[in-house]
């Protein structure tokens, strides 16, 4: 007997291929059967279809199975925690645009469309788009000592090839020069131009940068954030760990946090009393928020001067925050038919522990705290009247501001499936 994955009506889409259901002939075509992009930036899946009775589309990908309630019924990504807050849909009438935001090396894979007719037929892709997520990174020519001696060359490289012209080259914190990214033009340095080195690029107008490496020196200059990306709720704390080193013949003699590029040791920033540097003068440069509110979310970096250097230097890119509140929302398509997805929705991805708590009318639900932001209702066993509730545990003392409700007021359609 057939799985129901197995029986869902499976429309193969290929680029400029056509399939066939019944008599009519539909075809289903992608800009790119294939797309390479940098971490951090914003990627465009297109395709068209000319299916005339489509009522919803939307997008999934195999590698979230373990996520779904059942891995043989593809779910809605916009609804994965995983991508929260970084997914749109733009449709016409023939075709979709699944953007993605911020992309990262997990989110490489395939992905594709599962679309639901006006007569409550659902069709699921054969084929997909295949997305891969590069780091750039700063390779080094000539590591031999005879090489060192005459200096090096230095190129901003990544795993697959993007479609860009420059990339953007800086020295302890500074830039220092622009070389042609297309023709892995190096950039060329003397044995005396020793420092910290990192390049970006820009991408859809979206500036994404390389971890800094030492060149021809022991000693540089550095700042290591652990994360450059946090996500944290309304009305938490947070912390951000970082790490920084300087030439063991210096020392320390200033070192502070901005945010947004304004020093945050200025009471006009509004972090007046919920700011705690936890570093010293040394290695760490860890900083604390706690009362976290959405005005905080921003660009944080780490700057410190020693006896020696003539500027202040700063620990580029830094590290973006997000401050979110938490939403309920009802999933626009159905698992089978009979069940209904509601979604604990923050703006931006929450840690890998986070765990979830689901009230009804609340009270706590038996067995729904998990791992994953998803509550799965049976049509016949809810009222339209009832109130579902979820809350991240370890933060249910948080104020209403991280708490959102949702009532289940509105006709869930019925979705059948197209059996061959």
Known sequence: MYSEFASILHLIFLI?????????????????????ASRGS????????????????????????????????????????????????????????LII???????????????????????????AVNLTVTDIQVRTHGSSVAQREQGVNLTCSTSCKLNIFWCTWYKNGQRVQLTLYQNAEPLVLSSTDGGSYFCSIKVHGKTVYSSAVCVLGKNCFSVTYADRRVCALEGSSVNIPCTYSYPSDQAVIEAYWSYNHSDMRQSEQGLAGRVEYAGDKNKNCALRLTGLRQSD???????????????????????????????????????????????????????????????????????????YNKLYLELPNYKKTDNYTCVVRGNETLSPLGLHNVFLSRNIPKVTTVHM
């Open 101 to 127: 935001r911020d992309v990262r090396e997990e989110d490489s894979g395939e992905y594709r469309l599962l679309l639901f007719t006006t007569t409550g037929e659902k069709y699921i892709s054969w084929t």
């Open 16 to 36: 400029n291929i056509e399939g066939s259901l019944g008599q009519a002939h539909w075809t289903v075509r992608c800009d790119e059967g294939s797309i390479c």
């Open 297 to 371: 979310s921003g660009n944080y970096h780490f700057l410190f001067m020693t006896n020696t250097t003539p500027s202040v230097f700063i620990g580029s890119p830094g590290v973006q925050l997000t401050v979110t509140s938490m939403d309920v929302t009802v999933g626009s398509t159905t698992v089978s038919g009979q069940t209904v997805i509601l979604s604990c929705k923050t703006t931006c991805r929450l840690n890998d522990d986070t765990t979830y708590i689901w009230y009804k009318n609340g009270q706590p639900m038996t067995n729904k705290v998990t791992k």
């Open 42 to 97: 914003k990627v465009f899946l297109n395709c068209s279809y000319s299916l005339a009775n489509i009522q919803t589309v939307v997008w999934f990908s195999h590698k979230q199975k373990a996520k779904w309630r059942s891995e043989e019924l593809p779910e809605d990504l916009a609804l994965d925690s995983d991508y929260a807050g970084r997914v749109d849909y733009v449709e016409t009438k023939s075709s979709t645009c």
